[in-house]
């Protein structure tokens, strides 16, 4: 098969759910639906509907969850479904792994779909661990026969050889995700539909996860449909993305511009790359990373750009403090130790960190604009940006999570 | 639609992929993938082992719960039917003639509990992962199978230990016809357990009706009584007994291993046509129901 091949085609699939709770009123509505069944007639509450907007008032009991969704898929490629909460992700993933159907729409695939909509599903508490992998194995569509040929790598990857002959409800929780994620992950269908399964779990599995969800990709060929919230972990397994919003396709591209549109699309997400006022000294700053992207990962490249208006002022000197989200200082960036111990005489100003030394989290930045030792302005939490995980060490992995402040590069002799 | 190249492109396109499955709203009206059915069959068994095994972890008696409720049961009405009420089983032992009846009533009745529940019950897992559905109400049916077979071994000890007491042992060829009368009994029961649980996904009223029914249900059923006597004694209600499929299935069980009662060829196919009306539409309702029942659990 080759790269190019196109494994999955969703066309204009859309699906409409009932609002409230289902009593009295549902049998007339199907009683109705029903009478216009009868006489040949189109489902009369198929045209009514508001699109998927969890915080507006609707004015019909029906809403669309999702409206007229396309996308394609080639083989071999790890697709990012993003979105906020609400946005049809899961109804999504639900229609892509039969759990329900679409109301209208269609949906064709080459090979099986297997999905991993919360690992563990089935497991009974009663049975020990090998009986839950056979029993998990066969819910997720293998044969007996097959897990029995991938049964000692099944327990090998989760680690758990030890407890094996256990009943499950012996073990961690921990221990449940690790057993029930080597399930899944010696599934080998063609396309892999994967739906948050690394909010669980410590450090070191969530980094055996990811791994092995990129062997499944780029080794052995197969495709992946990914969703999740966590942007660092779509980074860097995606190739492509869709963003859903409100019940929609509001992006289909490559991954790093779905997750530009993503984090720049609501005030909930914890961004602000770009300042503007044409009235201050300072007319604009911009914040930019490699590419000119304006996402950021620990060890990307972090840019500040400044319009400043220079006619009237002389030795112009401007203080950058990036703060974490709890108000704490954690870089001080002055023009002051600068070689000209001040900002040459021109409009555009750049200050450059080639690899930044923040960890993960949010921030925000604070601006101070001095001529000749005099406030000229003072600009609070006028940009705010979010750094994702990323691979700081070059070591082609994601880092661990261990918290600490900042990051720097050491050799080790 | 418009006429653009465009358009005519992907239709092209359309033609020229060979696509394994789709994925849509609307089916044909009977479209039950059986070839898909047969490659689940290992996760049928599973289910029907973790349904026998898991039951009775952690109880001291274990399986000997199977055995212990018919037996009290049998008991009980041997003492209120018999003794107080005075109701005559012929030549039988009216303790055996009752074990015969409640042994068959159990396993109809546990195969539609069981299944009437499917959706509801099952609500978590159907809502992750998809696997055909019916195979969950199959390996109900199966391992309900395995219980009933437990209480039919203790049924053999008690007819050996009645025979060796001097009853007088009546086996006929007909008795080969048995498992035959179980797998009715187990469809009928799947069939109503089907319909049930679909329409339950919607209406939960459903569920309590179903439960005290049942237990209605077996006083019309001749289950401690012989046919004959209640259309004796009732005339005017001998109907109930007559259109009720499984008061049949029970006669005919105790004529097969006990000798008692009459056997009805007309009784038996009318059960049989009943039985596969009724499967049939539980499986087209219950297939209705499970492509969407999640979105109404």
């Known amino acids: 098969m080759s790269s190019t091949t196109i494994i999955l085609k969703a066309e204009n699939i859309s699906k409409q759910y009932r609002l409230g709770t289902v009593g009295t009123g549902t049998l007339s509505h199907d009683l109705n639906r029903w009478w216009h069944a009868v006489r040949g007639k189109e489902d009369p509450y198929l045209k009514v509907g508001d699109t998927n907007d969890r915080s507006s008032k609707g004015t019909s009991d029906y809403v669309w969850a999702l409206k007229d969704i396309n996308f394609e898929v080639k083989s071999g490629e790890v697709l990012g479904i993003i979105g906020k909460n609400g946005a049809g992700k899961s109804t999504l993933l639900k229609i892509l792994s039969k759990v329900t159907t679409p109301t209208s ?19 009974n508490p009663e049975l020990t661990g090998r009986e839950n992998v056979y029993l998990n194995g066969a819910i997720l569509g293998m044969t007996k026969k097959e897990i029995t040929s991938k049964l000692t790598e099944i327990i090998e990857f989760s680690g758990c050889e030890r407890y094996i002959d256990t009943p499950t409800k012996r073990y961690s929780s921990g221990m449940t995700v690790r057993l029930a994620f080597a399930v899944a992950a010696f599934l080998e269908p063609e396309i892999l539909v994967v739906d948050e399964v690394l909010a669980v779990g410590d450090a070191e599995f969530q980094k055996k996860a990811i791994g092995k969800m990129q062997d499944i990709s780029r080794e052995g060929g197969r495709t992946v449909l990914f969703v999740s919230h966590n942007m660092a972990a779509v980074k860097s397994l995606c190739t492509r993305g869709i963003v859903l919003e409100n019940g929609k396709v509001a992006m289909n591209s490559y991954i790093d511009n779905c997750i530009d549109y993503y984090l720049n699309m609501s005030t909930d997400v914890y961004n602000q790359t770009e300042y503007y006022n044409d009235t201050n000294f300072i007319k604009s700053i911009k914040l930019l990373s490699d590419n000119n992207s304006t996402t950021l990962q620990s060890g990307s490249s972090l840019i500040f750009e400044f319009e400043i208006d220079n006619s009237k002022q002389e030795n112009l000197n401007l203080h950058i403090g990036v703060y974490s989200r709890d108000e704490e200082k954690i870089i001080h960036l002055s023009s002051e130790y600068s070689q000209n111990k001040s900002l040459f005489n021109k409009k555009l100003h750049r200050c450059i960190i080639e690899k930044n030394p923040l960890v993960e989290g949010e921030y925000y930045v604070n601006i101070l604009l001095f001529s000749n030792d005099k406030k000229l302005e003072h600009l609070s939490k006028c940009l705010k940006f979010t750094v994702l995980n990323g691979d700081f060490y070059k070591t082609g992995s994601l880092l661990e999570k261990i918290p600490s402040k900042f990051l720097v590069d050491y050799e080790w002799n | 639609m418009t006429n653009s190249p465009d358009s005519e492109e992907s239709y092209l396109e359309h033609n020229l992929e060979k696509w394994d499955s789709v994925i849509a709203s609307k089916h044909s009206f009977l479209d039950i993938d059986f070839k898909e059915l047969w490659r689940y069959r290992d996760l049928l068994m599973l289910f029907v082992k973790r349904d026998v095994v898991t039951v009775y972890k952690q109880t001291i008696l274990g399986p000997l719960w199977y055995l ?57 897992i159907f809502g992750k992962v998809y696997f055909p559905r019916l195979i969950v109400p199959l390996s109900v049916v199966i391992s309900n199978l395995v219980k009933f077979s437990i209480q039919f071994l203790i049924f053999i000890v008690f007819y050996i230990f009645y025979a060796i007491k001097g009853m007088e042992v009546q086996l006929n060829s007909s008795v080969l016809l048995f498992p035959f009368l179980v797998a009715l009994m187990g469809i009928l029961g799947l069939g109503l357990g089907m319909i049930i649980s679909s329409m339950v996904t919607k209406y939960r009223d459903l569920s309590f009706l179903v439960g005290f029914s049942v237990q209605l249900l077996m006083y019309v059923s001749a289950v401690m009584y012989p046919m004959t006597l209640l259309k004796q004694k009732l005339p005017n209600f001998g109907w109930l007994i007559e259109y009720n499929p499984l008061a049949y299935v029970i006669e005919t069980a105790r004529y097969m291993l006990l000798h008692e009662g009459a056997i009805s060829i007309q009784g038996i196919f009318y059960t049989v046509g009943v039985t596969i009306v009724i499967f049939f539409i539980g499986l087209l309702v219950f297939h209705r129901t499970e492509k969407s029942f999640i979105d109404t659990v």
């Open chain 1, 105 to 123: 729409g269609t949906i064709k695939y080459k090979g099986r779909i297997a999905s991993l909509l919360e690992v563990g599903t089935g497991f």
């Open chain 2, 68 to 124: 212990i409720q018919p037996l009290f049961t049998s008991v009980i009405f041997t003492i209120i039917f018999n003794n107080v009420a005075g109701i005559s089983t012929g030549t039988t032992p009216p303790f055996l003639f009752n074990l015969a009846g409640i042994m068959v009533w159990n396993y109809f009745t546990s195969c539609l509990n069981d299944t009437s529940d499917t959706f509801k019950k099952n609500a978590s």
